[in-house]
């Protein structure tokens, strides 16, 4: 397979972008990593006072968006899922506070708020 990678001297000083660069190579290939966005998609939320959000996800979205769906419920009145993945193999406390808010059954796990 031929791989194609644009140089890495055309990343220098983007404005806005003042992050260093984080890399995972898997399989001779390189993608780049970024901790902050689920924090600032919470704090966006905080912020705004939103609630009763239709929340739609997308691909790496999807994990985002679901962890404010759990951790936030009550701001979360729908999901709207595109072509993503939750990202565990495992029923985590985590999957089950998701399966019970997108469902809305109560099983007894403590949602948060």
């Not at 006072?49 to 759990?70: E, Y």
């Not at 990202?87 to 007894?108: C, K, N, P, Q």
């Amino acid at each position: 397979m031929r791989i194609y990678r644009t140089p890495d001297s055309r990343f220098d000083n983007l404005p806005g972008w003042p992050f260093e660069p984080r890399y995972l190579v898997q399989d001779d290939l390189r993608m780049h990593s970024y901790d902050a966005p689920y924090r600032s998609i919470e704090r966006f939320a905080d912020e705004l006072d939103l609630h009763a959000v239709t929340l739609v996800v997308h691909d790496w979205g999807g994990p985002i968006g679901f962890r404010l769906a759990v951790e936030h419920p009550r701001r979360i009145d729908r999901l709207v899922v595109l072509n993503t993945g939750i990202g565990t193999a495992v029923r985590s406390t985590e999957w089950l506070r998701f399966r019970a808010v997108t469902r809305g059954v109560d099983t007894g796990i403590d949602v948060g708020n």
